[in-house]
Nanobody
Framework: VQLQASGGGLVQAGGSLRLSCAAS????????IGWFRQAPGKERDFVAVITAAGGSTAYANSVKGRFTISRDNAKNTVLLQMNSLQPEDTAVYYCAVGRIPTMSTSRYDYWGQGTEVTVSS
């Protein structure tokens, strides 16, 4: 499975962005998809995850109520809608494929190249 993340950019605080993760491969619908982010000088942190069928989701406390993850298995795409963005959301955002939905980066098998999000105050 190969992943391509897109949709990042520069936005003012309070604004919104929608990230997209496009996947190749017919097995996409068998995998959980996670979004993670890494700010400069920091570790890569969990943001959100969605199960293979899309029936369950989970979020980091820092984004709960502001971000929404969704997927369209027919289009091999996962979206991350980000609302009420704050400067602390500034990071490179990565999508990843895993066999189980987990917050642990080590449990993901394939990673996209990342898309940069910058939120100005």
């Amino acid at each position: 499975v190969q992943l391509q993340a897109s949709g990042g950019g520069l936005v003012q605080a309070g604004g919104s962005l929608r990230l997209s993760c496009a996947a190749s491969g017919r097995a996409f619908s068998r995998y959980a998809i996670g979004w993670f982010r890494q700010a400069p000088g920091k570790e890569r942190d969990f943001v959100a995850v969605i199960t293979a069928a899309g029936g369950s989701t989970a979020y980091a406390n820092s984004v709960k109520g502001r971000f929404t993850i969704s997927r369209d298995n027919a289009k091999n795409t996962v979206l991350l809608q980000m609302n009420s963005l704050q400067p602390e959301d500034t990071a490179v955002y990565y999508c990843a494929v895993g066999r189980i939905p987990t917050m642990s980066t080590s449990r993901y098998d394939y990673w996209g190249q990342g898309t940069e999000v910058t939120v100005s105050s």
